[in-house]
Each structure stands twice: as structure tokens, then as C-alpha cells.
């Protein structure tokens, strides 16, 4: 079964607006990451939180994670029509030797 | 440094034909994973390759599908005999460690594979 679940499935706001979405995951994990992909093209690494930081930062992403909740939300501030993608959530199997992801948020961005 | 390259980008093969997918890692990775993707959903994992090795393969079907990572030169997936349900786009990753969970995962492009 996926470890990662992301909502909304899908996501559509105006340039400028903020953008979140949701992962839920089902067992322990040692980090999470957030990758996205543009369309008919591979996935790009976004940011990696550790299971210890509680938020992070990169650029106009915030990443957030609550362990207790199983749970992490991605944060586009002031997005533009370029981060119109898919947004994938992914988790490390238990022996961390392979990345599980989720189902994605289609996020469009409309200028 | 090329990053992951994958070839082809498309694939087309008629039912009953074999694909075969190669990856190349990026320069100093030695570590292979390969992912499916059918329209509007996530990845999948098939399997985890060290070279000369398979680590994982959970994820592959038990019958048709097969990967190697030779000591010289790309990871291959081989699917034979394609029927329909195996067009999909497959996805291979590299990583520089064995614990990909705790370092970026480098993708290719795909390859988008039509079975007609």
C-alpha cells in the first residue's frame, strides 16, 4: 500500500495566491521529501525534512511535519504559473532503500 | 554532469514484442531505482539495483519483467512479451547512498511506453 497521500488531488489558483498541500503517511519515518513534476517530464527534488525539524524552508517553499499526526503540508507562497505541476510526497521504506510516494496534488497556477 | 539520462522517450512495441529501457546514472551514483507511472497517478516502485545486484524487487511482477545493472555500462529494464496494460511511463533514479530516504533522489526523464 503507498505510505504517502497527498490532498487535494488537485488544486487550481490565481499567481500570486498561496498554495498548500497536504501528505499523510502511515508508519515511522526518518525524513519525508517533496518532489514535483512539470508535465510529461521526471521529478525534481524540492526539499528534505528530517522526522526531528518540525519546518523548513527553501525559498518560497515551507515545508512543515508532525510526527504525532503523520502528517506534512507543502507551501507555495506567492506562486506563479511555472510551479504548475504535480507535487509528490514521498517516505523512506522501513530499511530507508527505497522512496514510496504518494498518489500527487495537480497544482495549477493561473496567470 | 548529464544527470540521469534515459533512452528511449518513447517507446512503441506491439503486443507480444519485448521493451527494452536503459538508465544511466549520474556520474558517481551507484545506486538504481526504477519506477512506473500510469497517467494521473504516483510512482511505483519495481526495483532497487546496486551494480551487478539487485537489491529490491519487490515491486516487480513476478512474470516478464526482469532488470540488471551490469558492472559496465547502463541499467536496463526488459519487459517481454508487452500486452497493453504495460504502457505506462517508467522512471529510473539514482543515488549517490544506499539510503535514499536520507539524500535526493536524481530522475530521469522517462520513458513513455505505448504497447499497440
Known amino acids: 500500500s503507498q505510505q504517502g497521500e497527498e490532498d487535494p488531488q488537485a488544486l487550481s489558483i490565481q499567481e500570486g495566491e498561496n498554495a498548500t498541500m497536504n501528505c499523510s503517511y502511515k508508519?515511522?519515518?526518518?525524513?519525508l521529501q517533496w518532489y514535483r513534476q512539470n508535465s510529461g517530464r521526471g521529478l525534481v527534488h524540492l526539499i528534505l525534512i528530517r522526522s526531528n525539524e518540525r519546518e523548513k524552508h527553501s525559498g518560497r517553499l515551507r515545508v512543515t511535519l508532525d510526527t504525532s499526526k503523520k502528517s506534512s503540508s507543502l507551501l507555495i507562497t506567492a506562486s506563479r504559473a511555472a510551479d504548475t505541476a504535480s507535487y509528490f510526497c514521498?517516505?523512506?521504506?522501513?530499511?530507508?532503500?527505497?522512496?514510496?510516494f504518494g498518489a500527487g496534488t495537480i497544482l495549477r497556477v493561473k496567470s | 554532469n548529464a544527470g540521469v539520462m534515459q533512452n528511449p522517450r518513447h517507446l512503441v512495441r506491439r503486443r507480444g514484442q519485448e521493451a527494452r529501457l536503459r538508465c544511466s546514472p549520474m556520474k558517481g551514483h551507484s545506486h538504481v531505482y526504477w519506477y512506473r507511472q500510469l497517467p494521473e497517478e504516483g510512482l511505483k516502485f519495481m526495483v532497487y539495483l546496486q551494480k551487478e545486484n539487485i537489491i529490491d524487487e519487490s515491486g516487480m511482477p513476478k512474470e516478464r519483467f526482469s532488470a540488471e545493472f551490469p558492472k559496465e555500462g547502463p541499467s536496463i529494464l526488459r519487459i517481454q512479451q508487452v500486452v497493453r496494460g504495460d504502457s505506462a511511463a517508467y522512471f529510473c533514479?539514482?543515488?549517490?547512498?544506499?539510503?535514499?530516504?536520507?539524500?535526493?533522489?536524481?530522475f530521469g526523464q522517462g520513458t513513455r511506453l505505448t504497447v499497440v
Open positions: 533514479a539514482s543515488a549517490y547512498s544506499n539510503r535514499v530516504g536520507n539524500t535526493e533522489a536524481f
Open positions: 514521498a517516505t523512506a521504506s522501513e530499511y530507508g532503500n527505497k522512496l514510496v
Open positions: 508508519t515511522s519515518i526518518n525524513n
